[in-house]
């Protein structure tokens, strides 16, 4: 076995054609006379050719007639098809150029590796040795480039036939491919492993070498702006350490182009309606590791708008009317982004009217003495249009009338440009296809109408999945779930589920049909088992489980659109819940103990029934309802529990959010909500005939991680803190202090009767690598508060009711301080915290809706092993009894 090497490196891109072009197998004789004539004239003649050396003597012409022609040498092919590619036959005349001619044509099949034409007086032997087959090929080196991307670039196979050609050809398209990975430096080297029989294997030893950044962009002639604020307007980025993630830094020609119409763009939404790229060039540095790019710029003068009017030839459209709204005016600075959105605009106002194929085009006017640009917008007539037919494409699985329904217009209808983009809103907000949907605008069968055709392209609604992860908030977490939101191509969702960790448990079984009987009418019904471990923390940032809650239910919904933003959601809900408390833990002598629970937690154990019956009020013009980047929605919600069972409260809720696009990718979005509950229950008491909170526990809202980032699960709010007082002796006096040991401080959120939640968060665009990584950054603001409980009533030593107490002007905003002892007192308000006999000390803090805020970042990663959010927030204003918490996380993975 022997192995050749056929030697080819990668260049600057003028020169790889010729490096190629020279590229053979050692040992074997270069191919004569090709194309170009300098290269014939360098390349020796092959052996057996009738060419004299140059360096010899002139000799008498060689010419004769053709007495006999044999071919020796051919293993695959037989002698008739080998003289069949040449001019030469028996009884012709022949000279030096004719058999010159016969080598070239059988070179020029690229069947042969060497060829020889020997003459002996006439009778001629064509004596060829093959090109070898091609019995495998293989990469090698390549790491960057798996081999599923490379293989198809090559043209080569097995049980070919070898020529070089092909080989050049393949490595030229192996460079490409690096290329436009923007790895400059890799080198392709082919090699050639002979077997027997005249086979081969062929070898692509590559080297990858690093990724080609770009080190430097210059920039020459620009007067009018900096350097630095021309680069922000291109997509190619200077390398820096902290583009880690970016992949603009990465050289890429057809960027370039890109970059000078980014450039020319900025400098006509500046009013220089002259500006032009002189040149752009790219240079490699000689290491191939990074490019310098350096644009040669004309700025030109800067240009205002002159006389700006709208010509209307369609009757329903006022040329005066559309003028005096146009959002450019004469002495403003000339923006060449702004006429082009002033075409959309008009040419969509032309819509709205029922005139689709409306010609908006705008005459310029420029008058260099005065820099001015008078422009002239120009609508031309043409009919009014209605929609003669709605096509619906790609739809494999969907049904067609799930897309249908959707359409807010109908065959027959009068054309309207903002139904058609509410349109395509409804459908992109279906889930059930893939976001690039287009709604082609198509003439129909006559000038007035014209065809609807929706292109979509199915994507998978199904989900199966079992998975495992951890989070801040539960510890460990497993769950399974089969859901398919578009069951049976109908539109409906299916959803089971099961959810398990350390602090709740879940089935649920959930079905939606959207249209009820094909009726603009939502159907929908859950059932439910929830089990709750709700827990208090402790000193040590242990928790502690306290009551525990299991609901069983089910609930019924309906949904009815009122307007086309409009729709009402009404619910009724059934809900059994059993809240009880480790009687090993907290009971005495059979009965719920408050020395060793709290007033507050053994008014929550219990069993009752509550029916509810509720409804939403929501307005919605958001985009997308699943991500938005533009529109508002709005919710009222109330549910009224005391249709029968035991429990009485009007609950009421309010939520909005506003989504705005604030360019280059950026979403801005600005929600809140807020809540109140109020009991139709009346005074309840205790069984000490103590009056308590006319709300259970289990009922009330609480505020923190997740909704609420920067403080810890039910973080924010009024809460008891107890403290386990220990003695002290100190020259005879025995006092007791708070001991501040692990587990001797106590902490329960109680929650609240009335809360509000505000956030404000700007989602930050990356690179297109990034995006492939699924990171979606973002910084926010949250602000909100819980409160409107009333005072739990702290108790005695002894257990029995201590009474309410005013704080003093020492104790904290919105909290109440007592003391417990040995024996029944009055309960003792203030900082004196030193008395005899006492055990512990409660507070009663963070009743108050003086507002909380936080502020942060967060990132989300669709990460290889599963979905991850990490929030990093930091509370800047709190009250006392809150608990903030600096990072949150949560990651799962699906297997």
């Known amino acids: 076995m022997r192995v050749t090497a056929m030697k080819s ?25 090709m194309a170009q004539q300098a290269a014939a004239q360098q390349t020796p003649a092959p052996a057996g050719t009738l060419a004299a050396p140059a360096s010899a003597p002139a000799a008498a012409p060689i010419q004769g007639t053709i007495r006999a022609i044999s071919v020796i040498g051919t293993q695959r092919l037989e002698p008739d098809t080998v003289l069949s590619y040449t001019k030469l036959r028996i009884g012709q005349p022949y000279t030096q150029e004719s058999l010159d001619q016969g080598l070239r044509d059988l070179y020029e099949t690229e069947l042969f590796a060497d060829v020889q034409i020997r003459n002996d007086n006439g009778a001629l032997t064509v004596e060829v040795k093959e090109n070898p087959v091609i019995n495998r090929i293989v990469l090698e080196g390549n790491k ?121 763009q900025f400098y006509l939404t500046e009013g220089y309606a002259d500006f032009r790229v002189i040149s752009a060039v790219a240079e490699l540095t000689p290491d191939k590791q990074d490019f310098i790019i350096t644009y040669v710029v004309e ?26 709204r146009l959002p450019m005016k004469k002495g403003d600075w000339y923006n060449a982004k702004q006429v082009e959105d002033t075409v959309d605009t008009l040419s969509e106002t032309a819509g709205l009217f029922g005139y689709a194929f409306a010609d908006v085009s705008p005459d310029f006017n420029r008058q260099k003495d005065t820099l001015t640009m008078g422009i002239n917008f120009r609508i031309a007539n043409a009919p009014r249009v209605y929609v003669e037919r709605v096509d619906i494409n790609g739809n494999t699985l969907t049904q067609d009338k799930v897309v249908r329904r959707e359409f807010r217009l109908a065959e027959g209808d009068a054309f309207n440009s903002f139904l058609v983009k509410r349109s395509k809103d409804r459908i992109n907000s279906l889930g059930f296809f893939q976001e690039k949907l287009d709604v082609e605008q198509k003439p129909g069968s006559a000038p007035d109408r014209i065809i609807l055709e929706t292109n979509v392209q199915e ?134 103990d408050p020395i060793l629970a709290g007033r507050y937690l053994c008014d929550a154990i219990g069993k009752r029934t509550t029916s509810s019956l509720g409804y939403s009020l929501i307005y919605d013009t958001r985009d997308n309802r699943i991500r938005a980047t533009r529109g508002q929605n709005l919710t009222l919600s109330q549910d009224f529990a005391g249709l029968g069972g035991s429990v009485k409260y009007v609950r009421t809720r309010i939520q909005g959010a506003k989504y705005v696009p604030l360019g280059s990718g950026f979403i801005f979005s600005l929600s809140g909500e807020g809540g109140y509950i109020h009991s139709l229950e009346g005074t309840r008491r205790d069984a000490t005939g103590a009056e308590v909170d006319p709300v259970r526990l289990t009922d009330r809202f609480f505020l923190g991680e997740p909704q609420f980032r920067g403080f810890d699960i039910r973080g924010v709010g009024p809460r008891v803190k107890r403290y386990y007082l220990q003695s002290q002796t100190v020259d005879g006096t025995t006092s007791y202090v708070r001991d501040t040991s ?20 700007v989602e930050i665009p990356l ?27 702290l108790i005695n030593g002894d257990g029995s009711f201590a009474g309410y107490c005013d704080p ?88």
């Not at 600057?12 to 074997?28: E, F, K």
């Not at 700025?299 to 005096?324: A, C, N, P, W």
């Not at 692990?742 to 968060?761: I, M």
């Not at 995006?771 to 739990?792: C, H, Q, T, Y």
């Open 299 to 324: 700025e030109g003068d800067r240009y205002k708008f002159g006389d700006v009017k709208v010509e209307s030839d369609i009757r329903d459209l006022s040329g005066d009317g559309l003028t005096k």
């Open 459 to 592: 994507k998978s609604t199904g989900e199966l999945s079992l998975s495992a992860g951890f989070s801040s908030l539960e510890r460990f977490i497993v769950s399974a779930s089969i859901t398919q939101r578009n069951f049976r191509g109908k539109g409906q969702e299916l959803r089971t589920s099961v959810n398990y960790s350390a602090y709740s448990k879940s089935v649920e079984v959930g079905f939606t049909e959207p249209y009820f009987m094909d009726k603009n009418i939502a159907l929908g019904g859950d059932i439910y088992r929830r089990d709750l471990n709700s827990f208090r923390y402790l000193t040590s940032n242990t928790r502690d489980t306290t009551y525990e809650q299991s609901t069983t239910g089910f609930q019924i919904r309906a949904g009815v659109p009122i307007t086309e933003y409009m729709s009402l959601a009404l619910r009724y809900s059934l809900n059994y819940d059993d809240v009880t408390l480790d009687k090993d833990t907290y009971y005495t002598n059979g009965t719920c």
């Open 9 to 33: 490196s990668l260049r600057q891109r003028p020169v790889v054609a010729a490096l190629l072009a020279t590229t053979m197998i050692a040992g074997l004789p270069a191919v004569p006379a």
């Open 808 to 895: 003093g002007t020492d104790a904290p905003t919105g909290s109440t301080r007592v003391r417990a002892t040995g024996t029944a007192r009055a309960p003792v308000c203030g900082t004196n915290y030193t008395f005899a006999g006492g055990n512990f000390e409660e507070e009663f803090l963070g009743n108050t809706l003086k507002p909380r805020l936080s502020v942060g970042f967060g990132v989300n990663w669709n990460s290889p092993f599963g979905p991850f959010r990490i929030d990093i927030a930091k509370a800047l204003l709190k009250e006392p009894g809150d608990d903030n918490k600096l990072i949150t996380f949560n990651v799962g993975t699906q297997f």
């Open 767 to 793: 690179g297109s690598g990034a995006r492939e990584m699924g990171l979606r950054p973002s910084i926010f603001m949250d602000a909100g508060a819980v409160a409107g409980l009333k005072n739990p009533g």
């Open 144 to 264: 960057r480039l798996k081999e599923d991307k490379i293989r198809p670039e090559i043209k080569l196979a097995p049980r070919q036939i070898y020529t070089r050609s092909k080989v050049r050809a393949d490595v030229a398209r192996i460079v490409e491919l690096y290329r436009r990975q923007g790895r400059f430096a890799a080198t392709i080297e082919p090699k050639m492993v002979q077997l027997d029989q005249n086979r081969v294997d062929i070898v692509f030893e590559i080297s990858e070498g690093p990724k080609s950044k770009v080190r430097q962009i210059n920039i020459i002639g620009n007067e009018k702006f900096k350097d630095g604020e021309l680069r922000t307007q291109m997509v190619t980025k200077q390398s820096r350490w902290f583009r880690l993630f970016s992949s603009g830094t990465s050289y890429d020609p057809d960027r370039l182009a890109y970059d000078q119409q980014k450039l020319r």
């Open 742 to 761: 692990n587990n001797n401080v106590t902490d329960d959120a109680l929650g609240g009767r009335v809360y509000y939640l505000a956030r404000a968060e």
